[in-house]
């Protein structure tokens, strides 16, 4: 049996209540959700927390959708956010997203365990016999119990059920482990306990194996159990109240397992040194639980330890175990504890030399060694005699042994070698106003001279050798000092001397010996926030800030030359600063009265730390002090010096956490966030939105900061604080997405989000804009419509312009001889001119025209057999005839040459002009027939045809070549007949 020993190799844990927000007892256990809500299963029902609002689900009579029993026993989580319940009344299924509760009629005993293995097997363990179902379904359980030979288990009262790495199934009995045996289908006793172990038949708990392939047992009355496989070996952890009740494996690490025991709080222990941290009720007030009765262990994905107790849920936040991050400077002394004078007042100042940080209290100055922290102590004492009544308000550290000391008795330099307070009698001999003794601040300048601040005789400039050089005061003159009363004096990385002072902040400008002020004005936010400016750092990024009385921290942009404040808004525990230091990048030490802020300047945000030792304590008394090369901090309280480590700052610094949209309003109608799917669709009368979000449970230290978007209708984030709802009313239709995140963190992380639409009205829905569109468009088509029958209006008008302008063309060209004498018709030159018009005209409106050209079929021999005088006397009939055949105002028709003529007819189509062209050849064909008495013999004709809409590429001569081509085709392919023009005439080459 392995003996405990009792220390505290971890931290202390720190446990707290929240009666307000968890007001109920008996704890059973506890689960979480994807969504981060949290489920407390209790004697008197299941409680949903979902970081604003607890929700009770419990047992009503005679209604079948709650729970058959309100008394639950134990809990488990299973995929897919469903909670299994195991009550006195049997099993329960409660589907976290929809709310909705089922009970499967597994056994009507008290259920004591619920596990799902590793083959997605339900197990059920009860008071009477375990439950399994192989497919999952929770439809067929098989029962195992002591009473059944095939299904057998040596105890019919299950505790837990487990799973090993091997895939062995493990149920814990009031009489032993058993483990199952797959190829029999029924339990055996369990194989890895040795003989003689008090599990082989005791009451066992639990029976888990860890990391490292070790089991362990807890056996009620004997303790816990530790069984190493590989050597059959167990040892027993005996603790001082042995009912062990509930087990946490791997707590914080896997060197640790929790025990809670029914009757004797909470044991932590270290698996390898066996080493135990004890945690019962009334161990002292504050921090302790608050019950030694503990049911239950859960630790949430925020590092929040919840322990279900008989009377109270007891919380401690695990992210704080590295204890208080402040340590008493006094505390770590390697002196002799002998009495410090300087602990038993108020720490005025402080300030550090390369090996040592000096401090005043009253009127002792105290020095202390960074590498052995001895407190030297120097009492006031001016030769041989102590100063009755004096006070040290400031220090400046010229070197490990010497100081400037700042008093209410005038201005002293101090030797540690010596022990020795020397006045300065350059300037205590040389002022006669009182206020000018009280130097309530020191700055040692590059050039050795002191910048001294006094309590009511303004600023003072002083050389060590030659005295006084200046004394500044406020008066009635512009740009002069803004008040009398200094607080601090320093300057920034850029040169620039920084005076706070009781009524503004001051900047000394040396080239004129004044000072540009900056003073409180209500109606100016971009200017300082108060007047009293107590404090002042700069950190990396070159922004200065300062600490006002009320007025909280104030960042100056030397750029702009505007101010920033930040209060208690944003976190900080109080607008009044007591100092500031830069921390490391991005963060700042912000001293309150009472609490220490780390302030993120990145993300605008601060989070107070209400460190224990500062409840020992009283209040910060003075600006802090920052040793970055050394990584240390140093505070100056009522009794004393704190320090902090930059190593303790890390490890301290607190982990924002997300924010969750928790609830969604319409019109007054809660909406189910997680059964629905997004986006939710609702109704163009929806008038009020209402949205809520809240931060998971994680810890009363941690304040998130929550801003919200309405993507849609918000332009930017906007910043709610710590309010954690908003509503939108009269929202116009449309599609939003609702975004919301914890402002402490990176801004570009969007945490959660839920997208909905806002329908529109029936009369601009999609069908309605639809049939709207359709009588747009018919009402622009009839317009187009009637624009068109406008315009053909307007070009008819313009032809018959054009036709009168031809018309008196072809008299001009009377007039001009353009006739053939002996047809009657147009001549070449007639045909050049008016054919060119005719096919302009037809580019410019677009229509088709077609060109004709035939020539009479074996004229010659008509002659040669006839006389030319028949000839010409057949050319003059055909001229006459086909001036029959033509409209004149806009067709043509000329004698191109011997027996060839040529035809243009305007706006006229191919198969139109086929069929005009077929007329024109019969007609010639039969006119023998009409005119006996002329003609002395029959002839024919061969017609030639090309038609379309000419272009500027297709001139008129290629339109009169193409017509040729294929009258050259007609006579090829017999004469006396009609061919259209194809492209294949182009490689006729005899053609003119």
Not at 368 to 379: I, R, T, V
Not at 690 to 715: E, M
Not at 756 to 780: E, G, K, N
Not at 969 to 985: I, L, S
Request: aromatic fraction near 14%; glycine fraction near 6%; hydrophobic fraction near 40%.
């Amino acid at each position: 049996m392995a003996g405990l020993v009792f220390c505290t190799d971890l931290a202390p844990l720190s446990f707290y209540t929240e009666p307000a927000l968890f007001p109920f007892n008996a704890v059973v256990g506890v689960a979480e959700d994807s969504q981060d809500c949290l489920y407390f299963a209790t004697r008197s029902g299941l409680i949903k927390y979902n970081g604003i609002t607890c929700e009770k689900y419990e047992h009503l009579p005679f209604d079948n959708t709650t729970m058959r029993s309100s008394q639950i026993q134990t809990i488990y989580m299973d995929t897919d956010d469903v909670l299994w319940l195991g009550t006195y009344s049997g099993l329960e299924r409660f589907d976290t997203k929809s709310g909705i509760l089922k009970h499967f009629p597994v056994s009507d005993d008290v259920i004591t365990a619920i596990f799902r293995d590793s083959k997605r097997q339900l197990w059920v363990g009860t008071i009477n016999g375990l439950y399994f179902c192989r497919d999952g379904s929770c439809k067929n359980f098989i029962p195992f119990n002591n009473h059944q030979y095939h299904s057998f288990i040596g105890n019919n009262t299950i505790r837990s059920i487990s799973e090993d790495s091997h895939g062995i199934i493990y149920a814990s009995t009031y009489n032993g482990v058993w483990q199952y045996n797959e190829s029999e289908g029924a339990f055996e006793p369990c194989s890895l306990i040795p003989e003689g172990c008090p599990g082989k038949s005791g009451v066992v708990y639990h029976f888990i194996e860890d990391s490292d392939g070790v089991y362990w047992l807890s056996v009620w009355g004997i303790g816990l159990v530790r069984i190493t496989p590989g050597d059959n070996s167990y040892e027993v952890y005996s603790l001082p109240d042995a009912r062990i009740y509930t087990l946490y494996n791997n707590f914080l690490t896997d060197e640790y397992i929790a025990v809670g025991t029914w009757g004797g709080g909470i044991y932590i222990i270290n698996k390898k040194t066996k080493e135990v941290t004890p945690y019962k009720a009334n161990q002292n007030p504050e921090g302790s639980l608050t019950n030694n009765v503990v049911y239950s262990f859960f630790i949430n994905k925020y590092n929040m330890l919840f322990v279900g107790t008989a009377d109270a849920l007891n919380i401690a936040d695990l992210n704080r175990l590295s204890g208080d991050i402040a340590v008493p400077l006094h505390a770590e002394s390697y002196a002799s504890k002998k009495k410090l004078l300087h602990l038993d007042d108020s720490i005025a100042c402080l300030t550090a030399s390369n090996n040592y940080l000096w401090a005043a209290s009253n009127n002792i100055l105290v020095r202390y060694s960074f590498y052995q922290w001895e407190a030297e102590e120097f009492p006031f004492i001016v030769g041989k005699n102590q100063v009755n009544g004096a006070l040290i308000y400031s220090i400046s550290a010229t070197s490990d042994t010497e100081a400037w000391v700042g008093t209410n008795k005038g201005l002293f330099f101090f030797d540690s070698t010596t022990a020795s307070f020397t006045p300065i009698s350059l300037y205590n001999n040389r002022i006669s106003d009182a206020s000018s003794f009280l130097i309530r601040s020191i700055y040692q300048d590059s050039d050795n001279t002191l910048w001294i601040g006094t309590y009511g005789a303004g600023l003072i400039h002083f050389s060590p050798e030659n005295g006084i050089l200046a004394q500044y005061r406020h008066s009635d003159a512009p740009r002069s000092l803004s008040n009398d009363i200094i607080f601090f004096i320093n300057r920034d990385s850029r040169g620039t001397l920084w005076i706070g002072t009781n009524k503004g902040l001051c900047r000394y400008v040396p080239e004129t010996q004044d000072f540009i002020s900056y003073l409180y004005d209500v109606n100016k936010p971009t200017g300082i926030s108060a007047n009293r400016v107590d404090s002042f750092c700069e950190d990396s990024k070159g922004y200065l800030w300062f600490g006002t009385n009320d007025g909280g921290i104030c960042r100056f942009d030397p750029k702009t030359e505007l101010f920033r404040t930040y209060t208690k808004d944003i976190g900080l525990s109080s607008n009044q600063i007591i100092g500031i230091t830069d921390a490391d990048d991005d963060f700042l030490w912000i001293a309150g009265l009472k609490y220490l802020n780390l302030f993120d300047t990145a993300h605008q945000t601060a989070q107070a730390y209400n460190i224990t030792n500062i409840h020992q304590y009283g209040y910060f008394s003075c600006p802090p002090i920052a040793l970055k090369n050394k990584g240390m901090f140093f505070f100056g309280t009522d009794k004393g010096i704190l320090k902090i480590s930059q190593a303790k700052l890390y490890a301290s610094r607190l982990q924002f956490i997300p924010i969750k949209i928790r609830g969604l309003t319409v019109d007054g109608q809660s909406v189910n966030l997680y059964t629905k799917k997004q986006p939710f669709i609702f109704d163009y009368k929806t008038n009020d939105i209402k949205i809520s979000f809240a931060a998971p449970y994680s810890s009363r230290r941690k304040k998130p900061v929550y801003a919200y978007k309405l993507v849609g209708f918000d332009k930017d984030w906007i910043v709610a604080s710590d309010r954690n709802y908003v509503q939108y009313t009269h929202l116009p239709p449309g599609s939003y997405t609702f975004l919301v995140k914890n402002a402490a963190e990176d801004r570009s992380v969007v945490q959660d989000r839920v997208s909905f639409t806002i329908r529109q009205s029936f009369l601009i829905s999609p069908v309605m804009i639809w049939f709207y569109i359709v009588i747009i468009a018919i009402i622009i088509f009839l317009a187009y419509k009637i624009h068109k029958l406008y315009w053909l209006q307007r070009y008819a008008d313009l032809l018959e312009e054009k036709q009168l302008v031809l018309i008196q063309d072809n008299f001009t060209l009377k007039e001009l001889s353009l006739l053939d004498h002996l047809t009657g018709i147009g001549n070449r030159r007639y045909i050049d001119m008016i054919g060119l018009k005719i096919w302009q005209m037809a580019v410019e409106h677009n229509v088709s025209i077609a060109v004709m050209m035939f020539d009479i079929d074996l004229f010659k021999n008509y002659n040669d057999c006839f006389g030319h005088q028949a000839g010409d006397e057949l050319l003059r009939l055909i001229g006459t005839d086909l001036k029959k055949r033509i409209r004149t105002e806009t067709d043509l028709i000329g004698r191109y040459g011997g027996e060839e003529f040529l035809i243009v007819l305007y706006n006229l189509l191919p198969e139109k002009a086929m069929h005009i062209a077929e007329g024109i050849r019969k007609t010639v064909e039969t006119m023998h027939e009409r005119h006996a008495k002329e003609m002395v013999g029959q002839t024919t004709i061969s017609i030639g045809v090309f038609a379309g809409e000419p272009t500027e590429k297709d001139t008129f001569e290629q339109m009169i070549h193409k017509a040729d081509c294929a009258l050259y085709r007609a006579k090829q392919t017999g004469r006396n007949k009609v061919v259209f023009y194809d492209t294949t005439m182009d490689q006729i080459t005899d053609c003119h």
